[in-house]
């Protein structure tokens, strides 16, 4: 990791809007970022402009399924969406009417932990 992606993602952290929850600690020095969790977030957000790429976990509350997806289905394709929920006919909804690079369930970056599975997204989000 580089010190401009550090400082890069130090901003994105010092300009949300949304809460800081979980973490937060920036080292630039050491070029260390602490998993940090933000909440109170919309699509306007500081890190909602572009793709993370580090260790932040920005979290939108929705009050719908219907509403996930129209608000996915709004913007770029993602490199990856996380559904957390019980409920698999939430599950079924977003995967089906949705499109991104990796879709991973009550979990993050799981897609990444076998080397078997393909890796890339869709559109403007990786490889096509």
Known sequence: ???????R???MMETTKGTIEIGG???IDERFIEPTVIT???????TMQEEIFGPVLPIITIESVDEAVELINSRDKPLALYVFTEKQGVVNKIRDNTSSGGF???DTILQ???EELP???VGASGLG
């Open 1 to 7: 990791i580089s010190t401009r992606h550090v400082e």
């Open 9 to 11: 993602l130090k901003k």
């Open 25 to 27: 600690t920036v080292d």
């Open 40 to 46: 109170g977030v919309d699509f306007s957000d500081s």
């Open 104 to 106: 991973t369930v009550n």
């Open 112 to 114: 990444l932990s076998v």
């Open 119 to 121: 890796f890339g997204g």
